[in-house]
C-alpha cells in the first residue's frame, strides 16, 4: 500500500509539473514565440514546450526518490535542450556523424549532448550502485535509455508512447525503482495528447530527460545481471541506431 501511494505521488508531481510548466512557457516564452517554434516532420509549426516542461518535471520527482537519478534527468535534459538551440537546422544524425566530425576538428552540439549525458549517465550510476562494476553498468544503461528514446522520436507522440510502454511493467515493482519509473511514465502521460495531436513537440530535451528517468527506474530495480543485459541491449540500440532510425523515418 505504501509503495503504491509513492508511485503515484511520483507520477502525478511529475504529470502536474509538466502540464504547469508547459502552460506557463507557452504564456510567457522567454525570448518570444519564435524562438520556441519548429517544424515537425508534416511541415507543421509546433512548440517546444512540452520538452523543458517533462523535463523539469520528471527531474523533480526522481529527485524526491534519490538526488542521483534527478541529476541524470536533469542533465539528459540540459543537453538535449543544448542540441535543440544550437543544433537546430543540422542534418547529420546519429552517433557516426557526429563523431566523424568531431574526428576532423569539428564539435557538433551532437557530440556534446552525446559526451555530456553519457558523464551524467556515469555520475548517477557511481551515486545509485555500491560496487565498481555495478557503477558503470549503471552509466551504460542510465545513458543508453536516454538516448535510445530520443532515437525512436521520428513521429509525434512515438517518444512518450515508447516511455509509456517500456515503462509499465516496472510499475509492478516495489520501491525507488517503480517511484523512478512513475516520475518518468508522468510527464510522458502530461505531453502524451498535445504531441499526438501535433500542437508540441517535446524535442531531445524531453526525449532525452524521460529515457533518463526511465534507465534510473531499471537501474535502481536490478542487479548486475539485469544491468549487463539492459546494457547490452541499449549498446546494441546504439550500434544500429542510424539504421532503425532512418527505418523508422521511413514508416
Not at 517546444?48 to 520528471?58: C, M, N, W
Not at 562494476?133 to 515508447?162: E, Q, S, T, W
Not at 534510473?216 to 544491468?227: E, K, S
Request: a positive charge; charged letters at 15%.
Amino acid at each position: 500500500m505504501i509503495s503504491r501511494v509513492r508511485r503515484s505521488r511520483s507520477f502525478l508531481l511529475s504529470a502536474v509539473l509538466t502540464r504547469a510548466g508547459q502552460a506557463l512557457l507557452r504564456a510567457d516564452p522567454p525570448g518570444g514565440p519564435a524562438h520556441w517554434e519548429r517544424r515537425n516532420h508534416a511541415g507543421r509549426t509546433v512548440g517546444l514546450y512540452a520538452g523543458p516542461a517533462a523535463a523539469l518535471g520528471a527531474a523533480a520527482a526522481a529527485g524526491r526518490v534519490h538526488p542521483g537519478a534527478g541529476l541524470a534527468v536533469l542533465a539528459a535534459g540540459v543537453c538535449g535542450a543544448y542540441d535543440d538551440v544550437v543544433g537546430a537546422g543540422d542534418p547529420r544524425r546519429g552517433f557516426r556523424a557526429h563523431l566523424g566530425a568531431l574526428r576532423d576538428g569539428e564539435v557538433t552540439s551532437g557530440a556534446v549532448k552525446l559526451f555530456g549525458i553519457s558523464a551524467a549517465g556515469l555520475v548517477a550510476g557511481a551515486l545509485l550502485k555500491q560496487r565498481p562494476v555495478d557503477k558503470v553498468l549503471a552509466g551504460v544503461v542510465i545513458a543508453g535509455a536516454a538516448h535510445f528514446v530520443n532515437l525512436v522520436d521520428v513521429r509525434p507522440g512515438r517518444a512518450a508512447a515508447a516511455v509509456l510502454a517500456l515503462g509499465a511493467p516496472g510499475l509492478a515493482r516495489k520501491g525507488p525503482g517503480a517511484e523512478l519509473t512513475a516520475a518518468a511514465l508522468g510527464g510522458a502521460a502530461a505531453v502524451l495528447p498535445d504531441d499526438l495531436g501535433e500542437r508540441v513537440m517535446i524535442g531531445d530535451t524531453g526525449a532525452h530527460a524521460l529515457g533518463a528517468a526511465l534507465g534510473a527506474g531499471v537501474v535502481v530495480c536490478n542487479g548486475r545481471a539485469g544491468l549487463l543485459a539492459h546494457a547490452a541491449a541499449v549498446v546494441a540500440a546504439a550500434v544500429y541506431g542510424d539504421r532503425v532510425s532512418d527505418l523508422a523515418r521511413a514508416l
